[in-house]
């Protein structure tokens, strides 16, 4: 027996059960009238298997009870299976879209805007490309590297909400075969980029790349995600998503060179998504790869905070002074709310 809010699902087993008992029959003794295994009625009596046309037919000769009686029976509890299944189901994902920022998503254009909550459900079924959103704990759908500052159960329904857009945006972009080589070897005149503005940068690093078989995203930010960026491995390519959040150009760099390590280290496509220690290795290899430890041991070590040093010091590395102030920063070398002018804005079109 199946239940749900709405309907209750009870096999024709249910009614052969009664006639047995009306009789004073024993499943043995029908077993052997049946010709059919004590096992297989005791399945079809609590309705673990079809009654099938042929048993139909054989409880017509048994009981006299007409086999379309119990066709009708078996079709009747296979259709209320279904019904109660799909409302569980729906019950279910409605509790996980409390947990989506559906509007938002529906703002951005990403999902069709509702008040419905069955609608929204379909609608995020289809959007997600899953039966029921409690697949989306699946190893095997989310497999996601990415950086982000919080993670919570809420977060995560997010991440996988803005990786979706992502993923689903990046099919429209031509990329040549996944090129990890080819994707290390680029990357120092991609770190020269940071000098650049995002007009000029942007086109140039999705050609870089897409050379490589990555296809880079930028998507607004989601709220409650707390994310920066994600990557993971979508059929023949692998896909970049950045957030535009926060703006400042060191994080921008920060990011998309940590997902870009994440690819280079191997992170990408592992299931059950990344470790904290594929994260740090992340960070620690993207903010050597935007100023090289020595380099940067060596600016550490003559203490020259000024402006000038800064911006001396960014000049002969090739980057842009707002990724070393950023740095600088985040070490404690100097606080917060110092050489913050340094540090460009970034506006870019998503």
């Known amino acids: 027996m199946v239940r749900s809010r709405s309907y209750i699902a009870t096999p024709p087993g249910a009614t052969v059960k009664e006639q047995l008992n009306d009789r004073g029959m024993s499943q043995k003794e029908f077993a052997a009238r049946m010709d059919m295994s004590e096992k297989h009625i005791s399945k079809l009596i609590h309705g673990d298997v079809q009654l099938t046309p042929e048993t139909a037919v054989r409880l017509e000769m048994v009981l006299g009870v007409p086999a379309k009686f119990w066709n009708h ?20 994902d409605a509790e996980l879209v409390k947990q989506i920022p559906y509007s938002e998503m529906a703002n951005y254009g990403w999902v069709p805007k509702t008040g419905e909550m069955k609608e929204k459900v379909v609608n995020l079924r289809k959007y997600f490309e899953v039966v029921a959103l409690s697949l989306l704990g699946d190893e095997q759908i989310t497999r996601i590297a990415c950086r982000r500052l919080a993670i919570t159960e809420k977060s995560d329904l997010a991440l996988m909400a803005w990786a979706q857009e992502a993923r689903i945006q990046a099919r429209d972009i031509q990329t040549a075969p996944i090129n ?37 995203v930028f998507l607004p930010h989601l709220k409650g995600s707390f994310l920066q960026g994600a990557s993971f491995l979508d059929g023949n390519k692998i896909v970049v998503g950045l957030t535009t959040r926060g703006k400042d150009a060191d994080k921008f760099w920060f990011s998309l060179f940590h997902e870009l390590a994440h690819v280079i280290l191997g992170h990408v496509g592992r299931p059950g998504g990344t470790s904290e220690e594929d994260e740090t290795a992340a960070n620690q290899w993207s903010g050597d790869m935007l100023i090289p430890s020595e380099e940067f041991e060596r600016f550490r070590t003559a203490r020259d905070y000024s402006e000038r040093g800064v ?31 340094l540090k460009e804005k970034y506006e870019i079109a998503v």
């Open 180 to 216: 990890i080589k080819g994707l290390t070897s680029a990357m120092p005149e991609i770190r020269k980029m940071t000098v650049l503005t995002p007009e000029e940068f942007c086109p140039r690093i999705k050609n870089e790349l897409a050379d490589c078989g990555i296809a880079l």
């Open 73 to 92: 029976l078996e079709a009747i509890y296979r259709e209320k299976i279904v019904k109660a299944e799909e409302e569980n189901a729906m019950d279910a």
């Open 311 to 341: 911006l001396q010091f960014a000049k002969a590395q090739e980057i842009a002074p707002g990724i070393l102030v950023g740095r600088m920063q985040t070490e404690g070398m100097i606080p917060y709310s110092m050489l913050n002018h």
